[in-house]
């Protein structure tokens, strides 16, 4: 049997103390080899305890996994202690915070554009996936990218807008958004140092390329799901 306690969440005895069935978390993982899907570790927590914590040979508890899309919600956790702490507003303009985006020819659409924008997908903004991240021009690509619609008024999913708030947090904050994040969120939480892909001025891609362990997002995800709290603190202001 598993250990009954960590050091921030309790074990169940069993998944059925929780009301979840054994035999359908291991048919999940059957279906899962079946189909060779590369699962990594699955954690499933209910009712305040870990139900069941799984890791696939070779991966361990220690190992980090990449995040994909994951890492647009710290991108906007980060945005969201900024809010907290005065050094914007979700209805902060873009170019109030980068004015060197301006070009010589009026841009309406730029003069608009919000953070509430970015966070939200309607930045109006459509920019293409075949960009060459090798290159230096990251923030002058998105900036130059063609526009579909008025800023705030059309959804359209572009993991781009949360590098143009990743730049953002650089900026107003004069620090990575990993050094941010670590007083904030990271350390209490007590999770691993992350990894977070870079473009080449050093800015974290914001979007996507974060890389934590299972059980640092299962504390991520908990302290969401308790409204901000983590082992009675109020870590992400409600």
Not at 47 to 59: N, S, V
Not at 125 to 137: C, E
Not at 163 to 177: D, E, F, P
Not at 185 to 203: A, R
Request: hydrophobic share 35%.
């Amino acid at each position: 049997m598993a250990k009954i306690k960590k050091n921030w969440i309790d074990y169940a005895k069993k998944p059925e103390d929780v009301g979840i069935s054994s035999k359908e978390v291991q048919a999940f993982i059957d279906e899962c080899i079946a189909k060779d899907k590369e699962l990594h570790s699955i954690t499933v927590i209910r009712h305040g305890k870990i139900a069941c914590e799984i890791y696939r040979d070779p991966f361990k508890p220690e190992h980090r996994h990449m995040m994909y899309s994951v890492s647009k919600s710290f991108t906007s956790t980060a945005i969201g202690f900024a809010v907290a702490e005065g050094l914007l507003t979700v209805d902060t303009r873009f170019v109030d915070i980068f004015p060197e985006a301006r070009t010589d020819k009026e841009d309406e659409y730029l003069e608009e554009m919000t953070i509430e924008d970015l966070l939200t997908m309607r930045s109006g903004k459509n920019v293409s996936v075949f960009l060459d991240r090798t290159k230096d021009r990251w923030f002058r690509d998105i900036i130059d990218s063609p526009w579909i619609s008025e800023p705030g008024t059309e959804f359209l999913y572009i993991s781009d807008n949360m590098y143009l708030l990743s730049g953002c947090m650089h900026r107003l904050a004069g620090m990575s958004v990993i050094d941010y994040l670590r007083p904030r969120l990271f350390e209490p939480l007590g999770m691993t140092e992350p990894f977070w892909e870079k473009c080449p001025s050093g800015i974290e891609a914001g979007g996507w390329g974060l890389m934590i362990t299972g059980e640092d997002l299962a504390k991520f995800t908990y302290c969401y799901q308790q409204l901000g709290k983590f082992d009675g603190k109020q870590v992400i202001p409600e």
